[in-house]
């Protein structure tokens, strides 16, 4: 069975400083990852998948599948990230997404 | 508002009631998903639909409850004889089969069970 550990439940950046929240996985085949984000009083939303290799909103998260790993990054940290961030697994062949426990960054101002 | 749409928004019921709940996905996805949240946990994998067909169950789908999407378009969730431990957010997600987006799970704003 697949697991997604995200170890910080709490992540406090100043703005402007560089923001990486962790993402390890365990999956023995290969694996889709996704980062969601759910900003307050909205719902949950995709920021950005492996597959995309894109960078939205400046956050960008590569896949290594030697450290079984996908942490996002982004270089300097903006009030408007504030928010809670889950990473998400999806096996092969299959539909359903796993979640990790989420982490709630939040940007000093 | 053409997102996924959840109704109703928030659930108070009594221990031992029966509630159900919609979830009306994004008009062309033909996969609808319900996940359950609980506080400080992310969301977990209910069950699936793709069209009408229920293709998969999660352990945590007991037998007091049952899913369904007749017309393969809304979907609704009934959780009977309602226990405590059913308070929870639960989320549908929809997505498509086919496509560039495809396994791109677009979720409502949740149900909000309360179970007194």
């Known amino acids: 069975a697949q697991r997604v550990t995200q170890p910080e439940k709490l992540l406090s950046v100043f703005k402007g400083a560089p923001v990486e929240l962790k993402c390890n996985y365990s999956?023995?085949?290969?694996?889709?990852l996704f980062w969601y984000v759910q900003y307050s009083r909205q719902r949950l939303q995709l920021l950005l998948r492996?597959?995309s290799r894109e960078s939205i909103k400046g956050f960008t998260a590569d896949l290594n599948k030697g450290e079984t790993s996908f942490h996002l990054k982004k270089p300097f940290a903006q009030e408007e990230d504030s928010a809670m961030y889950y990473c998400a697994l999806r096996a092969f062949g299959n539909e359903k997404l796993t979640f990790g426990t989420g982490t709630r960054l939040t940007i000093i101002p | 508002d053409t997102g996924v749409s959840q109704d109703p928004r928030h659930k108070i019921t009594k221990r031992g009631q029966n509630v159900t709940f919609r979830c009306d996905p994004i008009?062309?996805?033909?996969?609808l998903y319900w996940y359950r949240q609980t506080l400080g946990q992310g969301p977990e994998f209910l069950t699936y639909f793709q069209n009408e067909a229920q293709l998969e169950k999660s352990r945590l789908l007991s037998d007091r409850f049952s899913a369904e999407r007749p017309k393969g378009s809304f979907s609704t969730l009934e959780i009977q004889r309602t226990e405590q431990g059913d308070s929870a957010m639960y989320l549908c997600?929809?997505?498509?089969?086919?496509?560039?987006?495809?396994?791109?799970?677009?979720f409502g704003a949740g149900t909000r069970l309360s179970v007194l």
């Open positions: 008009s062309e996805h033909n996969r």
């Open positions: 999956y023995s085949g290969s694996p889709e």
């Open positions: 492996h597959i």
């Open positions: 997600a929809s997505s498509l089969e086919k496509g560039l987006a495809k396994n791109i799970q677009y």
